[in-house]
Nanobody
Framework: QVQLVESGGGLVQAGGSLRLSCAAS????????MGWFRQAPGKERAFVAA????????VYADSVKGRFTFSRDNAKNTVYLQMNSLKPEDTAVYYC???????????????????WGQGTQVTVSS
């Protein structure tokens, strides 16, 4: 069992930056694929970025490519999402998720992640 806790959300003006963190407890997340997803009001949960189980490959949604950066620190059992050049359309609840051994081909699929955090709100004002 893996417990995930996100932090770092908040209110920021368009063009600003935020850094989200997701801390895992219960067991080391070495070997877990880790993903970030977001859900805006009235919309389905959407893929943002993810890293495969070995940490060797990262994929980003087209909408955030070049602005967001995924990183992970296995020693701290923590993953991060650095978000720069934020836009109002980035406003959403951001969730991190974990899945043991998930292959690269599936890391953008929310239905492949059994473990989820509670989410952190990101609001970008125009």
């Amino acid at each position: 069992q893996v417990q995930l806790v996100e932090s770092g959300g908040g209110l920021v003006q368009a063009g600003g930056s935020l850094r989200l963190s997701c801390a895992a407890s219960g067991r080391t997340f070495s070997g877990y694929a880790m993903g970030w997803f977001r859900q805006a009001p009235g919309k389905e949960r959407a893929f943002v970025a993810a890293n495969n189980w070995s940490g060797s490959n990262t994929v980003y949604a087209d909408s955030v490519k070049g602005r967001f950066t995924f990183s992970r620190d296995n020693a701290k059992n923590t993953v991060y999402l650095q978000m720069n050049s934020l836009k109002p359309e980035d406003t959403a609840v951001y969730y991190c998720a974990a899945s043991y051994g998930l292959p690269y081909a599936s890391i953008s699929r929310a239905d492949k992640y059994p473990y989820w955090g509670q989410g952190t709100q990101v609001t970008v004002s125009s």
